[in-house]
């Protein structure tokens, strides 16, 4: 294993999983629709989860103990439910409008996440580490795709209530 390298992609993950946690906290805090606030403080823990796995992984590397690379588990089963579930805003498109960004801008960091992780997969040529990159990147695709199934039920409803098609 090239231990410099895996220390550099599991380190800059590390960061990347931090950011996305404490992005998911403070805008838990913010948003109005009780779907998306409690998405949000899920997905804040799925990525505390994430850090403490990658965390590990970084011990691992430092004591040069590969061989307790473990594959993460399946975790987010309750996020995965919650995301296709009927939005209750209660007809308050103020809200609507105020959440679909911030949506968007989650769904672009899951986006982002999952196509670092995708690369840095390639990247490497340990098979351990490769399929626990992969196996990251599908969560993050996981979390992506659910972000995006609230993103489109809440720009449809929005623009159907504004009674116009949207722009793009």
Do not use: C
């Amino acid at each position: 294993m090239n231990e410099k390298k895996a220390l550099g992609i599991l380190e800059y993950s590390l960061s990347k999983e931090l950011e996305g946690m404490q992005f998911y906290e403070s805008k838990a805090k913010t948003v109005k629709i009780k779907q998306v606030k409690e998405t949000f403080e899920d997905l804040s823990s799925m990525e505390k989860g994430h850090a403490d796995y990658i965390s590990s992984l970084i011990k691992d590397v430092k004591s040069h103990d590969y061989g307790h690379f473990s594959q993460p588990t399946d975790v987010g089963k309750s996020f995965s439910k919650r995301a296709t579930q009927e939005i209750a805003y209660q007809g308050d498109f103020t809200a609507v409008k105020s959440d679909i960004p911030v949506l968007r801008m989650a769904y672009l960091i899951e986006e982002d996440f999952m196509n670092f992780y995708n690369k840095a997969a390639e990247s490497v040529e340990d098979e351990e580490l490769k399929k626990i990159l992969n196996h990251l990147a599908e969560w993050e695709k996981e979390h992506r795709d659910r972000i995006y199934t609230l993103y489109q039920k809440l720009s449809k409803d929005y623009w159907e209530h504004m009674d116009v098609e949207p722009l793009y």
